[in-house]
């Protein structure tokens, strides 16, 4: 034998199995090769096998086939002919060769049967018959194979059932119907789901064709937001058995969404899925409840009880005005009886009787009644009662009208004509009855004291006492009145008192000409005169300054507008806007006190109104900044020559108690012929008098395209400011400190520096005053700080060094923080550096600000151990008596004072005296800005402590630094 055999042959070589034997009745004189060929085959087949020679028909099992078929060897052997000669039920396969797998072996035939086991139950098998021929086709023995494919047939059985009805039940179905089977890993865990069939509705749905559709995956069909969502809730029906009926959105592209109901079932190891679209359903029912909606909003809008109530006295519908009464919600009232409404505290209305009258006489019914509220209050109703048909039923409408304030009023009415006559003869207001041609016919005799007239001369004399200008305002008043019977009209007018005095009155008139009883209008008149001169005197306020009695910047930019606009008017003509600010006015309220400032600006204030014409405005915007509008002015050479009068006006001492106080301003103008709106004058002014501030102050700067350079500058430079503070623009360089006596670097000074992306290299004098305004000073000040302390940690213990304090400069606003102290010893403990090693440098003007505060902070750095250096000593005012206030450790003699030494005495005298005072206070003496071998030589002769200076040695950076300090001695 060959192929097959071989084969086999090969296959127990390797595994170098021993071959199973078979009885020699099976196998009768089969060559040894075969019988151990054979023998494998059978040992190991997961099947049931059976072989049956040819000539004798004897046939050989092996238990899997006795397993299979569930009987003994013998009784299985007995069936093998049925199953070859296709006995019972069977479904035939193939009845033709199947295929020829070599010269010697033909697999001739496949076939299904279905068995009744000896236990009565019944399977399915697949059986395969191959024969061993000979050389002329003649079969030697057959060789039977038998599987259990039942599971299988079932679900075969389900298809075709289900194809054969799919003609007439899902084709004709209006739902959507998808097959759905699940695909499993190899543990057996539900990974995705096949498309196994759907009918033509389905495909509508979907969206798809069958035929792209079937045999496709779940997560292929479904948009990528719903294969997730849809794959686990398909996999928990399979899993859990439990069916899954909702509604979905479902996006395939253009167009609107569509909305689907599905209901999921399990269907053997998958899902059949009934999907109908919904989407018109959906509308229809979202246009109803739009519409329901509609008119519950139009219902809750009325004020009056509004209720439907069925035959049998359920509420079908009700208003908010409902609920509100009764305390609750109209959801809660909706199908309740309508006992809850209302709360019947009427007993004389037989609510009852009523609902059958409407619903046999089918006409309207009204009843007043009263409904008492949950918390016990009772109001007073009026309510109709109407049939409403409706299809085979009718209902019943009510509408209930509040009219408890109505009958209060009524019942007040009544009561009030009783009493009327007695109150107009004792109110406090004027009541007075005139005809259609405006002539007083009564008056109630409040008028003596209101006015000082007696009833018959006021009656007589009242057209005569309104006052002239109001006159014209009262006939159309009065006109207004008997054009609009019984409706109030007001006014306020001005009526001479007796006494000559004008009084200004609150009138009401009332047309009642039509009202017998009356028979004419009825004017009311109240004196108001206090209240219109404390609304002046408010309005006043509003618009003026409190300490100055000047227009404020709300009045002044009213006044501003209209200038501007009567400057377009009349061509030649223009407005001047000069804005002065006080030049170091803060020095005097710090050292004079707030009450001297503001009598020293009402005095600047009528020196200012004296100084211009009548017709300007001078207004005080706040502080110690004021503003004069100048309007038809002729000549810029005019303004200008306001603006030097204003100088000299300044210049001159003022009285201020027994004290006289010079002060200067600085002033900006800026000039329209008109087209420039108020803002934007006197912004233009407000710049040009910084402008006169930059440049030295105690002068006036017109406003023109270098002073806008400039203050788009100082723009550029605030927004550029805040972009350098969260980058790495800015760098600290040191300027070294040296003992005079020693010539050791023995400090430095951290110097700030602005690297500025387009501008270069910027110093503080730059930047710092814009920082200043802007308070983004603060944020750089404590940069500084952390940086500086950083450098002395890291130039702690430099061999051969003798640096023992890094000085910073502390900036006014720093000062003004109340936990500056926290602050510090915060980046000291951070860093780990020593409190002596770090020192404070302040300016003198600095020091003169607010020297409460400034002396707190300053003794609470001390207590720290941090120390104090007063900067630019002697530039200041009252320099002495501010030495011992604070805890200065060192003086700096200015530069100012050491440029001039070598060349004359005074400066020498100068640096002598400081040295000496701050020797005689303690404090050591250091000299900035030596420039010259002179000037070393004569400070240090004069015995000056330390020195700073180009000649000494330029700011540098931290690495030339670390050389200097390692390098010994200057000299």
Request: charged share 30%.
């Amino acid at each position: 034998m060959t192929g097959g055999t071989e084969h086999v042959l090969r296959q127990q070589d390797a595994v170098g199995a021993d071959p199973v034997p078979m009885g020699a009745r099976a196998l009768g004189d089969f060559a040894a090769l075969e019988v151990e060929m054979l023998g494998l085959a059978f040992t190991g087949a997961p099947v049931g096998m059976a072989i049956v020679r040819a000539d004798t028909g004897e046939t050989t099992v092996n238990a899997a086939l006795c397993a299979l078929l569930d009987c003994d060897p013998v009784a299985a052997a007995a069936a093998i002919p049925e199953l070859m000669t296709r006995g019972g039920e069977r479904r035939e396969v193939d009845a033709h060769v199947v295929s020829t797998e070599g010269p010697d072996t033909v697999e001739w035939e496949l076939l299904e049967q279905r068995r009744v086991l000896p236990d009565g139950s019944t399977i399915w098998t697949r059986v395969r018959v191959q024969s061993v021929v000979e050389g002329a086709g003649t079969p030697r023995f057959h060789i039977v194979s038998v599987e259990d494919i039942t599971l299988e047939r079932d679900q075969q059985l389900r298809l075709e059932v289900r194809d054969g009805r799919r003609g007439t039940a899902l084709e004709g179905s209006l739902d959507g119907i998808f097959v759905l089977e699940a695909e499993r890993d190899p543990g057996q865990v539900i990974v995705n789901f096949v498309v196994r069939d759907m009918n033509q509705r389905a495909q509508e749905i979907l969206g798809q064709t069958r035929d792209v559709a079937l045999g496709g995956r779940l997560t292929e069909l479904l948009p990528t937001d719903l294969q997730r969502p849809f794959f686990e809730r398909y996999a928990a029906v399979v899993e859990s058995g439990e069916p899954l009926d909702e509604e979905f959105a479902l996006d395939l592209g253009p167009g609107p969404s569509r909305w689907i109901q599905q209901q999921v079932v399990r269907f053997g190891d998958g899902v059949v899925i009934t999907a109908r679209d919904v989407t018109t359903v959906r509308s229809e029912e979202e246009e109803l409840r739009r519409s329901r909606d509609f008119l519950q909003r139009v219902l809750d809008t009325d004020p009056n009880l509004i209720f439907v109530e069925a035959a049998d006295g359920q509420l079908v519908l009700v208003n908010q005005a409902v609920a509100d009464l009764l305390g609750t919600t109209v959801v809660e009232l909706l199908g309740r009886p309508d006992s809850v409404m209302p709360l019947r505290a009427d007993d004389s209305v037989d609510y009852d009787g009523i609902d059958r009258r409407v619903l046999e006489t089918m006409q309207p019914v009204e009843v007043d009644e009263v409904i008492t509220r949950p918390n016990g209050e009772q109001r007073r109703f009026h309510t109709v009662k109407v049939p409403l048909p409706l299809d085979s039923t009718v209902l019943v409408l009510g509408i209930s009208a509040d009219t408890t304030e109505r009958d209060i009023a009524a019942y007040a009415l009544r009561a009030s004509e009783q009493r009327y006559q007695a109150l107009a003869r004792n109110s406090s207001d004027v009541v007075a009855l005139a005809n259609r041609e405006r002539e007083v016919e009564w008056v109630s005799p409040a008028v003596e004291h209101v006015l000082g007239y007696t009833p018959e001369e006021f009656r007589q004399s009242f057209a005569d006492q309104v006052h002239p200008e109001d006159r014209q305002r009262y006939a159309e008043f009065f006109d207004r009145a008997l054009s609009q019977e019984n409706v109030e009209t007001q006014i306020e007018i001005r009526i001479r008192h007796a006494s000559g005095e004008w009084r200004w009155a609150e009138t009401s008139a009332r047309n009642l000409l039509a009202d017998p009883e009356v028979a004419g209008v009825v004017l009311h008149a109240r004196d108001v005169t206090d209240r219109h001169r404390a609304e002046s005197e408010l309005a006043h306020q509003a618009l003026h300054d409190p300490l100055t009695g000047l227009p404020n910047r709300s009045l002044l930019l009213d006044r501003l507008e209209r200038a501007i606009m009567r400057a377009e008017r009349v061509p030649g003509t223009s407005v001047v806007v000069i804005f002065l600010d006080l030049d170091r006015f803060k020095v005097v309220n710090d050292s004079l006190g707030h009450a001297t400032g503001d009598r020293l600006l009402v005095a600047v204030a009528r020196r200012l109104r004296d100084a211009v014409r009548p017709s300007d405005t001078v207004a005080r915007l706040g502080g110690d900044e004021f503003v004069i509008c100048c309007e038809d002015v002729a000549s810029d050479e005019q303004a200008l020559d306001v603006a030097t009068r204003i100088l000299e006006e300044i210049h001159k001492p003022f009285a201020i108690g027994e004290r006289e106080v010079y002060v200067t301003t600085s002033i900006g103008i800026a000039i329209t012929e008109g087209g420039t709106p108020p803002e934007s004058l006197l912004r233009d002014a407000d710049a040009a008098m910084y402008e006169a501030k930059d440049k030295g102050r105690d002068r006036y700067e017109v406003f023109d395209d270098d002073v806008r350079a400039r203050v788009l500058w100082r723009m550029e430079i605030e927004h550029d400011l805040h972009r350098a503070l969260s980058g790495d623009d800015f760098r600290l360089s040191y300027q070294p400190v040296v003992d005079l006596r020693s010539g050791l670097v023995i400090g430095v000074e951290a110097l700030l520096r602005w690297h500025h992306p387009r501008r270069g290299v910027l110093l503080p004098t730059d930047f710092i005053p814009i920082a200043e305004e802007t308070g983004m000073v603060l944020q750089i000040g404590e940069w500084v700080i952390e940086q500086a302390c950083k450098q002395m940690k890291a130039w702690e213990g430099l061999a051969g060094s003798s640096l023992n304090t890094m000085w910073v400069n502390l900036s006014a606003r720093q000062l003004e923080l109340d936990d500056l102290a926290e602050r510090v010893q915060d980046i000291l403990e951070r860093w780990d550096v020593e409190p002596g090693s770090l020192g404070i440098e302040v300016t003198e003007s600095v020091l003169m600000g607010e020297f409460q505060r400034t002396g707190t902070e300053l003794r609470e750095l001390e207590a720290l151990g941090v120390p104090l250096a007063i900067d630019d000593f002697g530039t200041g005012y009252s320099s002495l008596s501010y030495l011992k206030r604070f805890p200065v450790d060192v003086l700096k003699i200015d530069r100012s004072f050491v440029s001039g030494l070598g060349d004359g005495k005074i400066d020498a005298s100068i640096a002598s005296a400081v040295i000496g005072l701050g020797h005689l206070l303690g404090m050591q003496v250091s000299a900035e800005g030596i420039e010259t071998p002179e000037q070393l030589d004569e400070i240090r002769a004069l015995g000056c402590d330390t020195a700073c200076g180009y000649f000494l040695a330029r700011p540098l950076p931290p690495a030339d630094v670390e050389q200097l300090l390692t390098a010994g001695p200057l000299w």
